[in-house]
């Protein structure tokens, strides 16, 4: 018994055991994007042997509690550790065992008590003369856990058995493997959503637009479709013309005769039109799982049940959606009615809602929605109150916590989340914050490892690598490289230096300062959001070429570069001349293949005119059509350059017809539309209508003037009427005077894009300080690294003035989305780099490089920079705070792997003056990681928080928590590697420090690209992994194996 307990409560099985609760969570994540949630929770969240892991950690952790005399009080944080861990594996048990979730659907004016649940349920009632009897489970079935059970009664004498026998999720009927005399046909016909195709069973018949066809069942009426022999007939009630595609003959039959069935022909009868395109012999019909994204939306789950009464048996297929109450169906069969379903289960609650009103928020100007609220009434008993629902404001009623979810389309009914769940929440807030607690122990505890880490770190003194150095001189001249090539290219591909000059009328001249005013006058664009026209001229020049100025020659020789307002501008005056302007952007390699389709010279730059005939056709539609029926991931790089450019040229395309234009507010518009001068039917009233009309015009015709005259006044004054008008009519939502400002301001600074550069040289300048301090101290050293520090300071002051500029113009925290995460991460860096900075003299430098090169990355063309409007369920304090931390944890284990790289380095070159380098670094390291660790939690537990006050629940096992999670746990092992002999050192420390990583990468991008899930931006179908990938990996086995065998050296 002793051995048990000993292994029970040992620090081999709690690293095992986290491990592998790690890897069986980011196992499931796959399986649910391949195969759904519910096969994801059969086989790893609700499985009897991944809750045995957590009673096996439990276990393990309550040993360790006695092993290591934790209640002592120099181990209350150790202490609480371990007792938060068990807190929230009990409130995780309560919540699993005693915890309900379902939802409300209420229609406006009408009442409802009824929850239905969110778990399915096998139903199945026996009805006779003489008994009744009553079948109730719930059931989970997955494409990869199929029914095994059976429902056996004997009644008179009577077998009566109920079979669950087959599941398809996602249910889309195909062909599959059938007998030899089995055969199926294909129709394609025509319908409002466009061409389809249709299946056709033999010994079968279907309505395809009101029109019955037969396969060896023929019926009067109908288009009855014969097998004879080897050969088909063809009979209809009409006469009918057919025409053959492969040799463009035609003909007719006439009504009532048969003849030969023609294949791949176009067939008419009056205005029923179809195509025969295949005869699957060998097949039959079937159902199988949908394949995109799009299907799987529209499919329903089917289950194939058999009913049985004695030697008779009948297969019924049980149809069932997520939400939706599935009605019973009825089987008839031996003398015996037995009604089967599938599906929600229905609870009636004690006290009911009343919906009188749900009310609909948009953005202005726009259809995606801002906020979207129900007001209920409670109605129990002889109380009754009103109450408004919506995102984040959660209603509690005897026990039950009501969530707004989700709405009917029509807008006239809500969908109410509802969780029941207090005990489970309580135990686990209680979890979270004893968590937190030991967190801020461990940090100033006397004895803690934080503590006694950081005093170990103090005692050493800074020692310098040349070695290093002279690597990160290398890197840095190659990353100077690559400055030079991107300085002047933001959210860029790979673009040439040299600008191919545009060779213009001076009709085409704008004046630069009237251009200005042109830009500060407010747009607003296709998602509805007010903003200056220089944000919008901005993000219109650099998605069409890449470059934030337009360069142009004049036929008289004098150069100018366009900036973008001058030349959405000079493109709004005359359409018709920049048609012809060469604007798009051609990627050199993978665009080759575009010019052959052109049947024209490679060129920087296509025109509009490019793309299209002399009759107005576009001429890529075709290869674009074929890119994008691929799956991103069978796309090559001429395809992804296919639709990078069909973007473009419809982009183009709405610039020239005048569409982005939108600066005429309608008055008292309850959406807040603005119009352009070209708006169709009568959004204003007689008197604006003819104002908006003629002002643009007279706009532009003084500027053809100015041009002529040099004076721009008249122009200016125009311009002003416009801006009144705006003031006027659209005072309700225009901006103050101050957010147009700043947002004109952080457009011309463009901060981030000109600080990755400053970095790559700051760090360069700090490097090679910190290699002289390591032959020489003294104070011109130490004064040239104090120089440093501040130009490093000064630079981190303008990126935090400018992230807090970002927030002002967004009216939210700038962490949204994968560009704004990026660069919160380098500033976050920036931040622990100035932490740590004094105890080592290659912290600064590292930092300043690999920071620099994350706002470089922010700045790649797969990231959007564009300040957006955010989605309702983003409306949250929590959120903010959640999303505030966990990114910023981001930086200090990005720091700690980027000093296990560097140690890695050290090993491999192993040599005596390294020692207290790697031990000073791996001090970093491990203090830095402590830190991120802590952040991490903190901010997945908040996070649980943010979910449970927004939609009823703080944990649903969705990749992006989970990932969050996985991150936490592998973090925690590597903090413990140093408790097992085996691990211990810094060789294991450093490389774990590094590997682990990559589950940083992977919640934070991989999540989001590459699986399904409330946080991904992925439609199903995963982007090709990036090719330098496969180059770090590589890199990095090479130099971990590399530095395993030097450090089996000794020196």
Not at 972 to 994: D, E, I, M, Q, W
Request: with cysteine; charged share 20%; hydrophobic share 45%.
């Amino acid at each position: 018994m002793k051995k048990i307990f000993k292994f029970l409560f040992s620090n081999e099985l709690t690293l095992v055991a986290l491990f592998s609760y790690a890897v069986a969570m980011g196992v499931a994540t796959f399986v649910e994007n391949d195969y759904g949630t519910p096969a994801a929770r059969e086989m790893v969240y609700n499985a009897l042997w991944f809750e045995i892991l957590q009673v096996i950690l439990g276990i393990n952790f309550i040993g360790n509690i006695k092993k290591y005399k934790l209640f002592r009080k120099e181990k209350a944080a150790v202490f609480t550790f371990h007792i938060a861990f068990i807190i929230i594996l009990l409130g995780a048990f309560i919540t699993r065992n005693f915890g309900y979730e379902g939802n409300m659907h209420i229609r406006e004016g009408q009442s409802s008590n009824q929850l239905i649940s969110l778990d399915r349920y096998f139903n199945a009632h026996i009805h006779s003369a003489s008994a009744n009897k009553e079948f109730n489970r719930k059931s989970t079935f997955t494409q990869l856990h199929q029914p095994n059970f059976e429902w056996k009664e004997e009644i008179n004498g009577d077998q009566i058995k109920v079979t669950p026998k087959m599941f398809v999720p996602d249910a889309v009927q195909t062909v599959i493997e059938g007998g030899a005399d089995d055969a199926v046909i294909e129709v394609v016909t025509a319908s409002e959503s466009g061409r389809k195709s249709v299946f056709l069973a033999k010994g079968k018949s279907m309505f395809v637009n009101g029109q019955e066809i037969t396969f060896n069942n023929p019926n009067k009426g109908a288009i009855n479709i014969r097998e004879k022999g080897v050969d088909y007939t063809i009979e209809t009630p009409q006469p009918i013309g057919f025409f053959i595609m492969a040799d463009q003959s035609t003909g007719s039959v006439d009504d009532g005769i048969e003849s030969k069935l023609q294949k791949e022909a176009l067939y008419t009868m009056g205005d029923f039109r179809f195509v025969i395109k295949d005869i699957h012999e060998g097949l039959k019909l079937g159902y199988s799982p949908a394949t995109t994204k799009k299907m799987k939306e529209q499919a329903a789950d089917l289950l194939f049940v058999d009913v049985t009464v004695n030697d008779e048996t009948k297969e019924v297929i049980l149809a069932s959606l997520s939400g939706v109450v599935t009605p019973f169906k009825e089987v008839v069969i031996g003398g015996y009615t037995i009604d089967v379903s599938f599906g929600p289960q229905v609870t009636e609650l004690p006290f009911s809602l009343f919906l009188n009103h749900f009310e609909m928020e948009r953005y202005p100007g726009s259809t995606n929605p801002s906020a979207y609220s129900s007001e209920v009434i409670v109605q129990d008993g002889d109380v009754s109150y009103p109450y408004t629902i919506f995102m984040n404001n959660v209603l509690d009623h005897s026990g039950y916590r009501f969530f707004q979810a989700s709405f009917d389309q029509d807008e006239k009914g809500t969908i109410l989340s509802v969780n029941q769940d207090r005990p489970g929440t309580i135990v686990t807030y209680i979890g979270y914050l004893l968590m937190t607690v030991a967190m801020v122990l461990s940090m100033f505890e006397k004895k803690s490892r934080f503590r006694l880490v950081s005093g170990k770190l103090s005692k050493l003194k800074a020692q310098s690598v040349t070695l290093l150095l002279m690597g990160a001189a290398v890197l840095s001249s190659h990353q100077l490289k690559a400055q030079t090539e991107v300085a002047e290219h933001p959210n860029q591909e790979k673009v040439e230096v040299q600008e191919t000059p545009q060779f213009v009328d001076r009709s085409q001249h704008v004046d630069g300062e009237h251009s200005k005013l042109f830009g500060s006058l407010i747009v607003q664009d296709m998602d509805g959001r007010l903003k200056p026209v220089n944000t919008l001229s901005s993000e219109f020049l650099r998605k069409l070429t890449r470059k934030t100025t337009y360069k142009m020659v004049y036929k008289d020789g004098a150069e100018e570069k366009m900036n973008s307002d001058q030349l959405f501008l000079a493109l709004q005056m005359d359409p018709g001349y920049w048609q012809s302007m060469p604007i798009i952007k051609v990627d050199k390699d993978a665009g080759k293949g575009v010019f052959d389709l052109l049947d024209m010279e490679q060129k920087p730059m296509v025109s509009f005119n490019d793309l299209i005939n002399n009759e107005g056709d576009y001429l890529l539609r075709a290869a674009v059509d074929d890119a994008q029926k691929k799956k991103p991931s069978e796309r090559g790089e001429f395809d992804k350059e296919l639709i990078k450019i069909d973007e473009r040229f419809n982009i183009l395309y709405q610039g020239l017809s005048g569409n982005y234009l939108k600066i005429f507010p309608v008055p008292n518009d309850p959406d807040h539309n603005w119009f352009n001068a070209n708006f169709m039917g009568s959004p204003f009233a007689q008197e604006d209508s003819t104002f908006v009309r003629n002002i643009t015009k007279m706009y532009f015709m003084e500027i053809l003037k100015a041009r002529e005259s040099k004076d721009w006044s008249q122009v200016n004054q125009n311009l002003e009427y416009i801006r009144l008008f705006q003031q006027k009519m659209g005072e309700d939502i225009y901006p103050t005077d101050n957010a147009i400002k700043m947002e004109l301001l952080y457009n011309k600074m463009n901060i981030f894009n000109n600080l990755f550069p400053i970095y790559w040289m700051l760090g360069i300048y700090l490097l090679g300080v910190a290699l002289w301090k390591v032959f020489k101290v003294n104070t011109a050293s130490n004064r040239a690294y104090t120089i440093g520090v501040i130009l490093q300071m000064v630079a981190f002051g303008f990126f935090t003035c400018n992230l807090l500029l970002r927030w002002y113009i967004a009216q939210y925290p700038p962490w949204t989305n994968g560009y704004e995460m990026l660069i919160l991460v380098a500033w976050a860096l920036f931040l622990f780099g100035f932490f740590f900075y004094k105890k080592s003299d290659f912290i600064l430098p590292l930092v300043s490089l690999f920071g620099g090169t994350l706002l470089f990355v922010s700045f790649l063309d797969w990231l959007n920079p564009e300040i957006t409007n955010l989605v309702p369920v983003l409306k949250s304090y929590w959120l903010k705070i959640h999303v505030a931390i966990i990114v910023s944890s981001y930086a200090p284990l990005a720091l700690s792997a980027l000093l296990g790289f560097i140690n890695l380095i050290f090993i491999t070159i192993r040599n005596e003056k390294f020692k207290k380098p790697i031990l000073e670094l791996t001090y970093v390291s491990e203090l830095s990681m402590t830190i991120g660790l802590y952040m991490l939690a903190v901010g997945t537990f908040l996070g649980g928080v943010w979910a449970n006050e927004s939609w009823g629940r703080y944990w649903g096992w969705d990749p992006k928590e989970t990932w969050a999670l996985i991150s936490v746990i592998v973090y925690s092992v590597v903090l413990h590697l140093r408790l097992v002999p085996a691990l211990k050192g810094n060789y294991t420390f450093n490389l774990a420090s590094l590997l682990a990583f990559s589950s940083i990468v992977m919640t934070s991008f991989g999540v989001n690209y590459y699986l399904t899930g409330l946080h991904s931006y992925a439609t199903g179908d995963p982007v090709p992994v990036p090719t330098f990938v496969y180059y770090v990996v590589a890199m990095v086995f090479t130099l971990a194996v590399a530095a395993y065998y030097r450090n089996q050296k000794k020196i």
